[in-house]
């Protein structure tokens, strides 16, 4: 017999263990950047300054690392935010709005967010790497 109703962990659903950084996340990641990139490129045709078109193209490569920096600083809880939202449509447009505003922020500071994503990845397999090699011991 309950006297207080449902635990905490039934009444919520429980979180991810693990962030996914795979095949399927680095793929979704440049097609969000392609259009950025392309863009970003575009400007600079029509205004002639060429000379920034390599720190695009740079951006363009190391999004899906600063992404997945971002995501896992905010950019998973905006993200379940807006997928959990009531009503989608209407409800969480300025959710949505505010998603694409950081992710064309997170690509054009993705040359300084990057290498942050890339250090937590290290790490993160340097620590099941050693976690693997304890429980073999």
């Not at 009444?11 to 440049?30: H, M, N, Q």
């Not at 490129?41 to 002639?48: A, S």
């Not at 997928?83 to 690509?107: C, E, H, P, R, T």
């Not at 250090?119 to 790497?129: E, G, K, M, S």
Request: proline letters at 6%; a positive charge; one cysteine or more.
């Amino acid at each position: 017999m309950k006297v207080h109703g449902p635990n905490r962990a039934d009444r919520r659903p429980p979180k991810p263990s693990s962030t996914p950084f795979d095949r399927k996340y680095v793929s979704e990641a440049y097609l969000v950047g392609l259009p950025m990139c392309l863009v970003s490129l575009v400007i600079l045709y029509l205004t002639d300054d060429h000379d920034l078109s390599s720190v695009f193209i740079i951006s363009y490569v190391l999004y899906p690392f600063a992404k997945f920096f971002y995501d896992l600083v905010m950019g998973f809880w905006l993200g379940r935010k807006i997928k959990n939202a009531s009503n989608w449509a209407i409800g969480s447009s300025l959710d949505q709005i505010q998603y694409a505003v950081y992710g064309f922020f997170v690509f054009f500071l993705s040359i300084l967010l990057a290498p942050l994503g890339m250090l937590f990845l290290l790490a993160r397999y340097l620590l099941r790497v050693y976690r693997v090699k304890k429980k073999n011991y």
